[in-house]
């Protein structure tokens, strides 16, 4: 027989929204367990943070921390593949100010920071732990896992599921459903050798072509992180190994082509299918999906860390109402993936439609008549060229 653990609440995944969540859970003195898959520090995609990430740093207690691993981020710069224009967003001169700039990270050590906190507040972490199934019953959860030193039994009140893309729960459901709308593909890798963009050094660039779009984000030391984001017509026909598919996507890019002739390739080529995607149904009454696992949008705005950070805030909410009033914490469960969901759509409203060619002109110069740009003092309308 195997040995049974209990807990209050069992968080299943140990990125940014499972150790935000039980961070904040062990916090209000809940018995929390942390099990990850994987061992901290392991590769991730998702380097680039948002200034409302900062509040949560604060929240967390990691904000130097995690400064101390990050390049300083002013804001983010697009440039058009189409007409060669570049405009760039700064963050101080946006709506909500308070933060006037973010950070760039390695996502393993952001991730390991957040994982570590977690214990430091009172989490059971569990490394090399995965999860086989998730059975509900009456009062507690019956989760099988295989731990480091073979299986194990959990049997947690509450579960909130932040197994990411695996998205374990809403997979064995069958409620996980990809975005037909926005079916996009990833590509990505690190290099050595790319220049920064002079002046806008720290900025993330967005290049936009007519079937996708690339990120390049500077990383501490001389790494770049480039990817590609394509459309089914980027991929349509293509042949070849994804490093084959990726150079030649590079290769169509004009303007990202040349800050690419000198670089270096420091990690294999990775993809990623059905990259937008999301559950059906967000919760139960005794478990609540987060981050990734719940869902996730396309990444253009640099979304997906906030995103998975704000899930595992609601998230660690409604795990303590549910242990307490189990009523009231289905009910702020519907509230939070409601307005989780809305905040994807709004992202996807924009994303669907920037390449078209009325909102492409009115992206490349904005207006605060929409308030597209927040203006400064002195009623300047940001940094273009």
């Given at each position: 027989m195997m040995a049974e653990t209990e807990c209050d609440v069992l968080v299943m995944g140990g990125g940014p929204a499972g150790s935000t969540a039980a961070a904040m859970l062990a916090q209000k003195g809940h018995d929390v367990i942390l099990a990850e898959c994987l061992q901290h520090p392991r590769f991730h995609i998702g380097e680039s943070l948002l200034p409302r990430n900062m509040e949560l740093f604060e929240t967390l207690g990691v904000m130097d921390e995690v400064g101390a691993i990050g390049v300083v981020k002013p804001g983010a710069e697009f440039v058009s593949d189409e007409t060669g224009k570049t405009i760039?967003?700064?963050?101080?001169?946006?709506?909500?100010?308070?933060?006037?700039?973010?950070?760039?990270?390695?996502?393993?050590?952001?991730?390991?920071?957040?994982?570590?906190?977690?214990?430091?507040?009172?989490?059971?972490?569990?490394e090399r732990t995965?999860?086989?199934?998730?059975?509900?019953?009456?009062?507690?959860?019956?989760?099988?896992?295989?731990?480091?030193?073979?299986?194990?039994?959990?049997?947690?009140?509450?579960?909130?599921?932040?197994?990411?893309?695996?998205?374990?729960?809403?997979?064995?459901?069958?409620?996980?459903?990809?975005?037909?709308?926005?079916?996009?593909?990833?590509?990505?890798?690190?290099?050595?050798?790319?220049?920064?963009r002079l002046g806008h050094e720290g900025y993330i660039t967005i290049h936009l072509t007519g079937d996708g779009w690339f990120w390049t984000i500077p990383l501490p030391g001389d790494v770049i992180s480039v990817?590609?984001?394509?459309?089914?017509?980027?991929?349509?026909?293509?042949?070849?190994?994804?490093?084959?598919?990726?150079?030649?996507?590079?290769?169509?890019?004009?303007?990202?082509?040349?800050?690419?002739?000198?670089?270096?390739?420091?990690?294999e080529v990775f993809s990623a299918a059905n990259y937008s995607y999301r559950?059906?149904?967000?919760?139960?009454?005794?478990?609540?999906?987060?981050?990734?696992?719940?869902?996730?949008?396309?990444?253009?705005?640099?979304?997906?860390?906030?995103?998975?950070?704000?899930?595992?805030?609601?998230?660690?909410?409604?795990?303590?109402?549910?242990?307490?009033?189990?009523?009231?914490?289905?009910a702020m469960a519907a509230a939070a993936c409601r307005d989780l969901g809305r905040a994807m759509d709004r992202i996807s409203w924009l994303i669907y439609r920037i390449n078209e060619p009325a909102l492409h002109r009115m992206f490349f110069a904005p207006r605060n008549t929409l308030r597209m740009r927040a203006t400064n003092s002195r009623g300047s309308n940001g940094l273009t060229t």
């Open positions: 760039a967003f700064p963050f101080q001169l946006a709506l909500d100010a308070r933060y006037g700039h973010a950070w760039q990270v390695r996502r393993a050590d952001l991730d390991h920071i957040l994982f570590r906190n977690a214990a430091r507040r009172g989490a059971r972490t569990m995965r999860i086989r199934s998730v059975a509900f019953g009456t009062g507690r959860a019956t989760v099988l896992a295989d731990g480091e030193a073979g299986p194990i039994t959990l049997r947690p009140r509450y579960v909130l599921d932040a197994t990411g893309r695996d998205a374990l729960i809403a997979g064995a459901t069958n409620q996980k459903k990809s975005n037909k709308r926005n079916s996009t593909a990833a590509l990505y890798a690190h290099f050595t050798g790319v220049p920064r990817g590609f984001v394509g459309n089914p017509s980027a991929f349509k026909g293509r042949r070849g190994t994804p490093s084959d598919l990726f150079y030649d996507r590079i290769g169509r890019s004009p303007t990202l082509r040349a800050r690419m002739g000198e670089a270096k390739a420091v990690t559950s059906v149904t967000g919760y139960g009454p005794q478990h609540m999906l987060i981050g990734d696992a719940y869902g996730f949008v396309d990444p253009m705005f640099s979304t997906g860390v906030l995103m998975a950070m704000m899930g595992g805030q609601r998230g660690a909410a409604v795990a303590s109402a549910s242990l307490d009033d189990p009523a009231r914490g289905l």
